[in-house]
């Protein structure tokens, strides 16, 4: 007997020649949000997919609710919920009825998906817009109408893959704290994301994963311990850069990384003095930065000592369609 809610193991699923997942493992405990963090391609949505019975496993197994997901996927869509990446609801029909349709797919009566619809519709600040049809929706409000609908039936196990995905400031907030009180009635959350920050908020438990397989595990704090207190972050001219190589060796006692893609070079620094050295010795070598600073780890320095590479994308920046490495 397992007492985990979702278990996870060796999972390989292959599209072709593509590996989306190569020798995926990952269980958690009921109660509890998990983030999972991956750049693009890491193999996220294929994870979520499997979990959620859209997507068989090419090899390996996986138990949802100690359900296995392909054994018995009716049994497993009777304990979850989901809301994909791509906003999947009815253009065609209003707000409301796409909430309460979905709330009556988990067998609640007429009424309680009323009233329940009613509640995530008001929390979600959808209210408003309750009775126009989705095809007058911005992008933001459809996302904000999935996610909705993924909770309306309250479900045991709530996928949510990329849930702030560009959606604004505020209405993130309100997700987040939506997403919390879930998680106090009971619901257990599997949650991908791209941002640093909300999985730092949200998750009591983090996964890195890359090329379709988990490479760190944690929680915020012991990920970021992975990297050091902070870091001192600089790019000098192309010129200098093995003499500063050699500099910050000398400092740190450890090879500094070096993200390829733009020549900026990071050490661990365990406090604001370690700045202060580089700067003089800098200095005496008469060399002049084109940018130094004092910051803390994000995802990048992560994936950056864990993996040697860069992230594809930092922690807010840009979504990059494919991954092209080396
Ligand atoms: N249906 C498919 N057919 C072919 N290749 C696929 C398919 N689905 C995913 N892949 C490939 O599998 C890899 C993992 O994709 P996946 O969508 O799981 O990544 P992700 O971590 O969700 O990325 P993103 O952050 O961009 O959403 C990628 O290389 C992707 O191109
Ligand atoms: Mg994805």
Redesign the pocket.
């Known amino acids: 007997m397992t007492t985990n809610i979702v278990d996870v193991h060796d999972v390989v699923r292959t599209?072709?020649e593509?590996k989306?997942l190569d020798g995926m493992s990952l269980s958690f405990e009921p109660g509890i949000i998990y983030g999972l963090l991956?750049?693009?391609?890491?193999?996220?949505?294929?994870?979520i997919r499997v979990l959620a019975t859209l997507l068989k496993p090419t090899s390996g197994s996986a138990t949802v609710a100690g359900i296995d997901v392909v054994a018995d996927p009716d049994a497993v869509r009777t304990r979850i919920g989901l809301a994909g990446?791509f906003a999947a609801v009815d253009a065609y029909q209003t707000g409301r009825e796409n909430v309460e349709m979905v709330g009556r797919l988990y067998n609640l009566s007429k009424r309680e998906a009323r009233r329940r619809t009613d509640e995530v519709l008001e929390r979600i600040d959808l209210m408003d817009a309750a009775d126009r049809q989705v095809k007058t929706y911005s992008g933001g409000m459809r996302r904000r109408l999935d996610l909705a609908a993924s909770m309306v039936g309250r479900p045991e196990v709530l996928f949510l893959?990329?849930p702030t995905a560009g959606i604004d400031p505020r209405s993130r907030l309100d997700i987040w704290s939506l997403i919390e009180d879930l998680v106090e009635r009971g619901t257990t959350i599997l949650l991908?994301t791209?941002y640093l920050d909300e999985a730092d908020q949200l998750a009591a438990r983090i996964g890195v994963i890359d090329r379709?397989t988990m490479i760190a595990e944690g929680t915020a704090d012991e990920l970021k311990d992975m990297v050091g207190g902070s870091v001192v972050q600089l790019t000098v001219p192309q010129e200098k850069q093995s003499t500063v190589v050699g500099l910050l060796r000398s400092v740190s006692g450890d090879e500094p990384t070096i993200d390829q893609s733009n020549g900026r070079m990071s050490i661990p620094a365990s406090s604001a003095q370690t700045l202060l050295t580089v700067a003089r010795k800098l200095e005496e070598a008469s060399i002049t930065p084109d940018d130094i600073g004092l910051r803390k780890p994000t995802l990048d320095d992560v994936f950056l000592s864990i993996t040697g590479h860069a992230a594809e994308v930092g922690e807010a920046g840009p979504?990059r369609p494919?991954?092209s490495r080396e």
Do not use: C, H, I, S
């Open positions: 599209f072709g593509v989306a991956g750049p693009n391609g890491a193999g996220k949505t294929t994870l990446q893959d990329e991908t791209q379709g979504k494919a991954r």
